[in-house]
Protein backbone atom coordinates (compact mmCIF):
# COMPACT_ATOMS: atom_id res chain seq x y z
CA UNK A 1 0.00 0.00 0.00
CA UNK A 2 1.60 3.78 -0.42
CA UNK A 3 0.31 6.55 1.84
CA UNK A 4 0.55 10.08 1.15
CA UNK A 5 -0.54 12.66 4.36
CA UNK A 6 -0.96 16.20 3.43
CA UNK A 7 -3.03 19.00 4.38
CA UNK A 8 -0.65 20.41 7.46
CA UNK A 9 0.39 23.97 8.18
CA UNK A 10 0.44 26.60 10.92
CA UNK A 11 -3.02 27.23 12.52
CA UNK A 12 -3.13 29.10 15.62
CA UNK A 13 -4.37 28.02 18.81
CA UNK A 14 -7.94 26.78 18.73
CA UNK A 15 -8.08 26.67 14.96
CA UNK A 16 -9.54 23.48 13.02
CA UNK A 17 -6.92 21.74 9.90
CA UNK A 18 -8.28 18.99 8.14
CA UNK A 19 -5.46 16.54 7.16
CA UNK A 20 -5.89 13.70 4.26
CA UNK A 21 -4.57 10.39 3.13
CA UNK A 22 -4.58 9.03 0.07
CA UNK A 23 -4.39 5.52 -0.22
CA UNK A 24 -3.34 3.11 -3.29
CA UNK A 25 -2.91 -0.61 -3.61
CA UNK A 26 -4.53 -1.71 -0.17
CA UNK A 27 -3.92 -5.36 0.10
CA UNK A 28 -5.40 -7.78 2.80
CA UNK A 29 -2.28 -6.85 5.23
CA UNK A 30 -4.41 -3.07 5.22
CA UNK A 31 -7.50 -3.25 7.26
CA UNK A 32 -7.17 -0.61 9.29
CA UNK A 33 -5.92 3.16 8.43
CA UNK A 34 -4.44 5.12 11.42
CA UNK A 35 -2.59 8.71 11.98
CA UNK A 36 0.60 9.12 14.66
CA UNK A 37 2.12 12.08 15.21
CA UNK A 38 5.52 12.67 16.44
CA UNK A 39 6.63 15.94 17.54
CA UNK A 40 10.72 16.89 18.20
CA UNK A 41 12.29 14.62 20.46
CA UNK A 42 9.42 12.71 21.54
CA UNK A 43 8.17 8.94 19.96
CA UNK A 44 5.90 8.73 17.91
CA UNK A 45 2.37 8.20 18.96
CA UNK A 46 -1.33 6.97 18.10
CA UNK A 47 -3.40 9.58 17.38
CA UNK A 48 -6.57 7.90 15.87
CA UNK A 49 -7.63 4.66 14.05
CA UNK A 50 -10.80 3.55 11.54
CA UNK A 51 -11.61 -0.05 10.52
CA UNK A 52 -11.44 0.65 6.68
CA UNK A 53 -14.75 -1.53 5.90
CA UNK A 54 -16.87 -0.88 9.02
CA UNK A 55 -15.76 2.50 9.86
CA UNK A 56 -15.28 1.68 13.47
CA UNK A 57 -12.81 4.41 15.29
CA UNK A 58 -10.79 4.58 18.22
CA UNK A 59 -8.67 7.53 19.70
CA UNK A 60 -6.02 8.49 21.94
CA UNK A 61 -7.18 10.01 25.21
CA UNK A 62 -5.72 13.17 24.06
CA UNK A 63 -7.69 14.23 21.16
CA UNK A 64 -10.87 12.50 22.22
CA UNK A 65 -13.35 15.22 21.36
CA UNK A 66 -11.62 17.67 19.63
CA UNK A 67 -10.36 15.10 16.33
CA UNK A 68 -12.36 12.98 14.19
CA UNK A 69 -11.34 10.44 11.46
CA UNK A 70 -13.10 8.94 9.19
CA UNK A 71 -12.76 7.83 5.32
CA UNK A 72 -14.41 8.04 2.04
CA UNK A 73 -13.63 4.19 0.08
CA UNK A 74 -14.48 5.39 -3.22
CA UNK A 75 -11.74 8.18 -2.66
CA UNK A 76 -9.59 5.85 -1.16
CA UNK A 77 -8.72 8.86 1.09
CA UNK A 78 -8.60 9.05 4.91
CA UNK A 79 -9.21 12.20 6.81
CA UNK A 80 -8.13 13.63 9.88
CA UNK A 81 -10.56 16.20 11.32
CA UNK A 82 -8.82 18.02 14.18
CA UNK A 83 -10.75 20.62 16.07
CA UNK A 84 -9.74 23.11 19.15
CA UNK A 85 -6.34 22.76 18.43
CA UNK A 86 -3.58 23.17 21.01
CA UNK A 87 0.35 23.84 21.15
CA UNK A 88 0.66 20.99 22.03
CA UNK A 89 -0.97 19.07 18.37
CA UNK A 90 2.36 20.53 16.95
CA UNK A 91 4.23 17.47 15.01
CA UNK A 92 4.58 15.57 11.82
CA UNK A 93 1.42 13.59 11.08
CA UNK A 94 2.06 10.55 9.82
CA UNK A 95 -0.85 8.16 8.34
CA UNK A 96 -0.10 4.49 8.62
CA UNK A 97 -2.04 0.98 7.64
CA UNK A 98 -2.28 -1.72 10.58
CA UNK A 99 -4.07 -5.45 9.90
CA UNK A 100 -5.10 -5.12 12.85
CA UNK A 101 -6.38 -2.22 15.54
CA UNK A 102 -3.39 -0.68 17.17
CA UNK A 103 -2.28 1.74 19.97
CA UNK A 104 1.39 1.90 19.37
CA UNK A 105 3.85 2.32 15.78
CA UNK A 106 5.15 -1.02 16.45
CA UNK A 107 2.05 -2.78 14.88
CA UNK A 108 1.71 -0.50 11.82
CA UNK A 109 2.60 -2.22 8.21
CA UNK A 110 3.37 0.79 6.16
CA UNK A 111 3.89 4.26 7.14
CA UNK A 112 2.98 7.24 4.76
CA UNK A 113 5.04 10.54 4.59
CA UNK A 114 4.44 12.81 7.00
CA UNK A 115 2.76 16.17 7.04
CA UNK A 116 3.86 19.10 9.75
CA UNK A 117 1.08 20.50 11.60
CA UNK A 118 2.23 23.74 13.71
CA UNK A 119 -0.06 25.14 16.39
CA UNK A 120 0.96 28.74 17.61
CA UNK A 121 0.25 30.15 20.73
Known amino acids: VQLQASGGGLVQAGGSLRLSCAVS????????MNWFRQAPGNEREFVAGIRWREGTKTYSDSVKGRFTISRVSAKMTVYLQMNSLKPEDTAVYFC???????????????WGRGTLVTVSS
Open 96 to 110: ASSSGPITTAVGAVS
Open 25 to 32: GLTTSDNF
